[in-house]
DNA sequence: CTGAAAGCGCTAACAC
DNA sequence: GTGTTAGCGCTTTCAG
């Protein structure tokens, strides 16, 4: 830990040293900077010109054991590699940043256990706003610890904001998967596609479910039975796209129409088609989720349904610097289908 | 800042409370659970079982307060939105969580004058230790400041580690940057390439002096004149990538392979490639750098220099963790040349 | 080996 | 309006 040892390095000044500097009690100068009233508005202006002067910045730890606000907020994430969570993450440290919060980032590497000890850890550290961003589960029993953690949070006076639809009790942030996810089914049913086959996530998440929902509907609005739609769920990278891309081959060989559920999937699906021969969007459409930057960039550029995640991540802390309302705040998120060049109607035959 | 509010929640439990359950003092309790010595064996395991039923997390900002080390460390970036960036800070993160310490990422969105004020923010908030991710500046002064703060922060006693600067005196890891770009030069002009343009990122930025470097080198050693070789300058970007091919087509007609320093840019080439009609790499090669995820699916897959992103963050982050050395760490990483679909022999004509 | 007590820098009652 | 003072939860001398 950083301390000043003695040589001719000034250590950072304090708030005794802006008080004295400045000719006033420690009392009021904090409340200078702190902005609060019961100053008169010379001095205010005084003491912030005195700190300005002197470099002077207020120790959080300090200010947060004496019970004064934090601005540290923590930001929970599945895989901060995976560009789809740091869009979001982006998004979440510039609404910080712009309010003079820094943020302090966890990531769980995809295992659930991880979430609440995060969680636990965030708490301790006395985090003055939490956003969790990462899917919900299906199976609120699979939250029970995430929800525990949250609500302990909350209750002792904590704003925590969930991205996604969650079981847990707090403000969120709701991409509409299942529009989204409609629109993009009824564009390629639109296309004249029958035989869809989706290439899902992990079944037991809320983002796929609701995702998978707005493809059914889509379907059942266009007279196909919802049914008899193959679905092969995967882990929601790459790779989990391009084994589930190797099964739908294999167990549906008259597809015409590949729906990933994530960009990250797609992006699988198209490599192994491109592998075995087969051509988009000529002999097979294909889309995915999410919009993530490089999804313009693919081989073809990848049709997709955009999630503003930068924007969500900005939305999530603005909530959570929002006092608590007397019932959850669900802020949904608009979305968009991205017709690019993916999808075609399908070959004849 | 959440407190307990006199409501059912128990408040998380404090030393003291540890202490009193163990029947010990708090200054043995302390000892016990920070490992030091001074506490019989026995105690120690006895105060260490009572914390973990009680699930006691120490209060960092107190443990900070009264001196004691701080686990949080800070890492700052460009963008975290950036691949680049986030593979880094994916790398920082799983080293640092294994270590039980947590991370703080300010990003700085590309602006210069901003990286020092969010140094100075992080020596106020007493971090552990700094990673400062992103390339340093060619001119020395225009990094005077950042150095200012990175010394403070040291002279203070705290660890910081840079990625990729050479004017600050701290422990750094270092891509050879030179040395991987002369490769893939060395590459476009084994393939029998002699009309290269280059499209850089920031002219002030020493990843990319050193990137030119080391494609100037090759040029060299082929029987080239490096003094011919056209390069346009941009942001590291995408839009970046394709200002600057722009210019490379409308000045520079005649090349045959664009190589450019980043993979954001690469995209950016690719895409303004397609555009025009230019089949890559039929009628151009084209080169990227980093080897960020997506290079193996943009279309065509994307020949680059591959750099350890992930490996490098982990590495700043494990350096930071040793006690300083007499004289500042060097660590170079390795990098491999990956060769894709996006380069070929030039055409005959 | 263990305990008592003095702060770390700040906020928030409470006095004036 | 402004100053005084008692902690926040922990580490760390200094005694025992």
């Known amino acids: 830990m950083p301390r000043p040892d003695g040589a001719g390095e000034r250590p950072q000044p304090r708030l ?45 730890h300090a200010r947060t054991l004496a019970g004064g606000a ?12 995976d560009p789809y969570f740091s869009e979001i993450a982006s998004g979440v440290i510039s609404a910080a940043a712009a309010q003079g919060w820094s943020v302090q980032i966890s990531h769980t590497e995809r295992d659930a256990r991880a979430e609440a000890a995060q969680l636990r850890l965030m708490r301790a550290h ?46 969120a942030v709701l991409p509409d998967n299942s529009a989204a996810a409609a629109s993009v089914a009824a564009h390629v049913l639109g296309l004249g596609h029958r035989r869809l086959a989706v290439v899902a996530g992990p079944r037991h998440l809320n983002t796929v479910a609701d995702r998978l929902r707005g493809i059914r509907s889509a379907l059942d609005a266009a007279g196909l039975d ?66 993530i930057q490089v999804a313009q960039d693919l081989a073809p550029a990848l049709t997709t ?24 705040r669900r802020k949904p998120t608009d979305h968009a289908l991205v017709v690019r060049d993916s999808t075609a109607p399908p070959a004849v035959r």
Chains 1, 2 share one sequence.
Do not use: K, W
Request: glycine residues 10%.
């Open 16 to 60: 005794v040293d802006v008080a004295e500097r400045a000719g006033v009690s420690i009392a009021t100068a904090s409340r200078s900077l702190s902005g609060r009233d019961g100053v008169s508005a010379v001095v205010a202006a005084h003491v912030r010109e005195v700190a300005a002067t002197l470099g002077y910045v207020p120790n959080p």
């Open 70 to 81: 934090t601005s540290v907020a923590g930001l929970l994430v599945y895989e901060i590699g």
């Open 126 to 171: 006395r985090v003055g706003a939490i956003v969790v961003a990462g899917s919900g589960y299906v199976d609120p029993a699979m939250e029970n610890d995430v929800a525990r953690e949250l609500e302990a949070y909350q209750h002792a006076g904590g704003r925590a904001v969930v991205i996604g639809r969650h079981h847990v009790r707090c403000d």
């Open 226 to 291: 919802p049914g008899e739609l193959p679905v092969v769920y995967g882990p929601f990278t790459r790779e989990g796209g391009q084994q589930a891309t190797a099964q739908v081959l294999e167990r549906h060989p008259s597809t015409t129409a590949v729906l990933a559920l994530n960009d990250a999937m797609a992006t699988g699906v198209l490599s192994v088609l491109r592998e075995r021969g087969l051509a988009v969007p000529r002999d097979m459409s294909v889309t995915g989720f999410d919009d």
């Open 305 to 328: 349904a955009r999630l503003p995640m930068s924007e969500m991540g900005s939305t999530a802390f603005e909530l959570a610097l929002r006092p608590a309302a007397a019932r959850p």
